[in-house]
């Protein structure tokens, strides 16, 4: 996958056949269909395209892709609009995990779990180790732990 | 050889209306024209009937005192026919008469200096007067053809086309590769729109052609070879055994019982792929069958035929059963020749196969079909409840078949409407991205429309899978309410597109029959839709694209009509062909490539020799010859040489300059001549002559004018795939980046050099180009070699 600049060229090729939300594994979570968010683009509604709630439910499993009669690049368009919608300050959505993951691999080219681990604990504070209790206690009646 | 006549031309200058005298002074014309040599007569007449100059022309040409004529002027087309139709009749050769409408090549049209204008009339008629001195009296060429037609392929579209030439008188013979006729069709159980029995019509044009006696059946055969040229083919084909007697067998069917192998009935149905991992069969299409069988897909010839590689060896029951001991099981294949004129092929469509389409799991499911067994699942259909029917399964989509089969909308409608008379009760998903049901099918669509039940979804589902009670889960989104749909099936019917059947692709490599990009025969779609490229073989039917039973016997028929001339005993060919010159000729075999329709062949000295039956004339062969060996007759090297010759490229001085415009005649001309009709302003710079195609301009033509002095030399073929000689302009292309390099050496800037594609009605453009062409051959400066 080349990850584009640009999103909106490739969809005009959409016949909206609808092969792309009946096989989507996580359409059925989410108020739009990948086909509906294309259908955006194709007239023009940029900001209803980058606010639809599916490019954060989107797996990036290609099965989408594959499917395409038109060979539209679904996934890929999924994966350009996260990033407008970041760039245009459409996205509501916390954001902080994605941003250090990020950042991480921009300094170094690599993971170090421990550090990602200590932020991801300390983003909460003061909360986070109470919440990490309860879930404690939830597990061990059920006996997972 | 045609004996040297001395040239005595007469030069007849039709003043129509005092037309041309306004534009030009044509007492001067003439009086320059005094001195032109070869000329006997010279006249200027401003009245077509009194006095009549035709019976004073047709005494003198009696009187031997000419032999050639020049018209020059704006003659009525009506009127020019007439003159020729009467100076043939004094004894003239139509072809040694010269048209030269001064007003189609911009005379009288803008505000242009009279002199000029004069001086450019003076070189027009001079260019046609060259022409006219070299012309040569010609003949019609007729060859004796053959009055009978081949068919290949006996299914819908051969068999009504065998019948229609067999009313018309003509011979046929018709080869089929199954045991039976009938094709595809017969293997259908209902027609839309009337959801009729195809049989019946099948029946009705087999009964035709018995009545008529005229057509030569022949199964189990295939072509081997074709040779000869159109008006006279010969055909080599094999003949499959059929291990029965044609001519004793009275199919009672007592063999049938006496044989004691059952076989898996075959073709009588298509499948689309291989079984090969198809689960349990809920339906069996075609059923059990012993070896010995009635013929295939239809009963007729009403011959059996013995799948020998299924007998048991040395199994002789059906030869003991048999009463009239026409069961003949050492029959070897044989060879058959034919002569006919014309070949016409209907070698029609197979499935596709929808294996491919793996998302929809067709045969792998046993409850999903193609719309081709649905067929018979739709005439006795078992207990269903809900049925689904894909369309475009695999059409329309880049992966697998990137058009539109046209028929299969029609089809699931016509099965759905079929399926609901016998079970109304059953549940119908049609799954679509379009319903195309063009014309009349529409009534159709309607009707299915307001059957209760029958749910039209549009969005294709993405996968099938199988449930533990046998029957399919389906996920679609139906894309108008944006909803997703879970649904449980009992059926599932896909709706396959059409390719070309085998027997296309194995014909198109026997005959060397050009194909498109899918594999269907090409043509040229607006023009000559049933054309093969290549002379008397036509293709009508399934074999040149997607189409329904109706639009293949209209196209069956329009592929009879073309190939007529062929079977009609003789062969007329107009004298225009292509005559080489082997005194020049190196055997570079250019010709031989570039002919766009293949009518070369080598002589016996390995020289290349025109088909002349399987010629178009379209020239493009004396385009290609490097040492312009190559003449069309009325179009050779020399008179097109005496034209160029004759333009004095200096006549406007040396910073004007002067265009030289080779029109292609079936766009660019008409384009020229609407240019005047419409009074545009023509500049007097630009000269044209008329071509048979671009492509038939020899680079010797364009380097021959330059260097006489011609500043600009305009090439005006058709647009892009219009032409109707097949590649034209491409020829031109190829050939105009060779000259740019000769050019170069002679200093000579490649840009004097120009195509340009016109459309038939590009007057105006043709206006525009020539003018903004003059100004940026100003901007060049004059031609080196311009005196």
């Known amino acids: 996958m080349v990850l584009a600049e640009d999103p909106i060229p490739k969809v005009f090729s959409c016949v909206q056949c609808g092969r792309c939300s009946s096989g989507c594994p996580v359409a059925f979570e989410s108020v739009h269909t990948p086909r509906k968010v294309i259908r955006f683009l194709q007239m023009g509604l940029l900001e209803e395209a980058g606010k639809s709630p599916f490019l954060w439910l989107c797996a990036m499993c290609q099965a989408c892709t594959v499917r395409c009669p038109r060979r539209v690049e679904v996934a890929e368009i999924m994966l350009g609009l996260r990033r407008w919608g970041i760039e245009r300050k459409w996205v509501r959505k916390d954001l902080w995990y994605y941003m250090v993951f990020k950042e991480m691999i921009e300094k170094r080219g690599k993971i170090s779990e421990l550090r990602l681990g200590l932020v991801a604990a300390l983003h909460k504070i003061p909360l986070h180790p109470i919440e990490d209790a309860i879930l404690f206690f939830k597990l061990w009646r059920r006996g997972k732990i | ?787």
Request: hydrophobic content about 35%; overall charge neutral; proline content about 6%.
């Open chain 2, 1 to 787: 050889m045609i004996p040297k006549v001395i040239p005595k031309v007469g030069i007849f200058i039709y003043d129509a209306g005092g037309r041309l005298s306004r534009a030009i002074d044509l007492a001067e014309v003439v009086q320059r024209l005094a001195k032109a040599k070869n000329v006997t007569r010279r006249e200027v007449f401003n009245n077509l009937e009194a006095p009549d100059p035709i019976s004073s022309i047709q005494e003198d040409l009696r009187a031997g005192r000419l032999n050639r004529i020049l018209w020059v002027g704006r003659f009525p087309d009506a009127r020019r026919r007439r003159i020729e139709g009467e100076l043939t009749a004094a004894g003239l050769n139509p072809y040694l008469q010269e048209w030269c409408d001064l007003e189609e090549q911009g005379i009288g049209r803008g505000d242009f200096d009279r002199a000029v204008q004069a001086q450019k009339a003076i070189i027009l008629i001079q260019m046609a007067l060259a022409r006219t001195r070299l012309l040569a009296p010609l003949m019609p060429l007729e060859i004796p053809a053959v009055d009978a037609a081949l068919i290949i392929g006996g299914g819908v579209t051969g068999l009504h086309t065998a019948a229609s030439l067999a009313d018309l008188g003509k011979k046929v013979f018709l080869i089929e590769k199954e045991s039976g006729v009938g094709g595809k069709v017969a293997a259908l159980r209902r027609l839309y729109p009337l959801i009729c029995d195809p049989h019946c019509g099948l029946e009705f044009a087999l009964q035709k052609l018995e009545k008529s006696g005229r057509v030569e059946i022949h199964t189990l055969t295939r072509v081997k070879t074709l040779a000869g040229s159109p008006g006279n083919f010969s055909v080599r084909v094999e003949k499959q055994p059929r291990y029965v007697d044609e001519q004793k067998c009275i199919a009672c069917g007592e063999c049938i019982t006496a044989c004691p192998k059952e076989i898996q009935a075959g073709n009588t149905f298509p499948l689309a792929g291989d079984f090969s991992n198809r689960g349990q069969q809920v339906w069996n299409p075609n059923g059990l069958e012993k070896a010995i069988h009635q013929a295939r897909p239809l009963a007729y010839p009403s011959t059996y035929v013995i799948e020998r590689q299924h007998c048991p060896p040395e199994c002789r029951e059906c030869q003991k059963a048999c009463p009239t001991r026409a069961v003949e099981l050492e029959q070897t294949a044989s060879e058959l020749e034919f002569k006919a004129g014309a070949v016409l092929i209907a070698t029609g469509w197979d499935p596709y196969p929808l294996t491919r389409v793996e998302e929809y799991g067709y045969g792998v499911y046993p409850n999903v079909v193609t719309n081709l067994e649905m067929e018979h699942i739709s005439e006795e259909p078992p207990d269903l409840q809900e049925v689904g029917f894909i369309q475009c399964a695999g059409s329309r989509d880049e992966r697998y078949l990137n058009y539109c089969s046209s028929v299969c909308c029609s089809i699931t409608l016509k099965q759905v409407l079929h399926l609901k008379e016998k079970r109304p009760g059953v549940r119908c998903y049609i799954f679509y991205q379009d319903i195309r049901t063009s014309g009349f099918d529409e009534e159709l669509y309607q009707r299915v429309k307001s059957l209760d039940q029958v749910i039209f979804i549009r969005g294709d589902p993405a996968t099938v899978k199988p449930e533990e009670n046998g029957r399919l889960r389906v996920r679609a989104e139906d894309t108008f309410s944006g909803k997703e749909l879970d649904l449980h099936l009992d059926l599932l019917v896909l709706a396959g597109g059409m390719v070309p059947s085998e027997g296309s692709r194995e014909l198109a490599h026997l005959l060397k029959l050009p194909q498109n990009s899918y594999g269907f025969f090409e043509a040229h779609l607006p023009c000559h839709p049933e054309e093969s490229q290549r002379t008397g073989i036509r293709a009508g039917g399934a074999c040149r694209g997607p189409m329904n039973v109706v639009h293949s016997i209209e196209s069956g028929h329009r592929a009879a009509f073309d190939v007529l001339p062929f079977l009609s005993g003789t062969v007329r060919l107009e004298p225009t062909y292509p005559v080489l010159n082997l005194t020049k000729c190196d055997k570079c075999k250019r010709c031989m490539e570039e002919c766009p329709y293949a009518s070369f062949y080598f002589d016996g000295n390995g020289f290349p020799v025109p088909d002349l039956a399987k010629c178009r004339q379209c020239g493009n062969c004396v385009g290609s010859c490097p040492l312009f060996a190559v003449s069309l007759g009325h179009f050779t090297v020399q008179q097109v040489a005496s034209q160029i010759q004759a333009i004095k490229s200096g006549f406007l001085g040396k910073e004007e300059p002067v265009v030289l415009a080779f029109l292609c005649k079936n766009d660019a001309y008409p384009a020229a001549k609407g240019a005047a009709e419409s009074g545009l302003p023509i500049p007097p710079n630009v000269f044209f002559i008329k071509v048979p195609c671009a492509g038939s301009i020899n680079n010797a033509f364009i380097a021959d004018a330059l260097g006489f002095g011609i500043d600009g030399v305009l090439i005006a073929g058709c647009q892009d795939d219009q032409c109707h000689y097949v590649k034209g302009n491409q020829l031109v292309k190829t050939r105009k980046e060779n000259l740019a390099e000769k050019l170069q050496k002679m200093v000579i800037e490649p840009q004097r050099v120009r195509f340009e594609s016109l459309e038939i009605r590009d007057s105006r453009r043709y206006v525009d180009l020539v003018t903004s062409y003059i100004a940026e051959l100003k901007k060049m400066g004059p031609n080196p070699f311009k005196t």
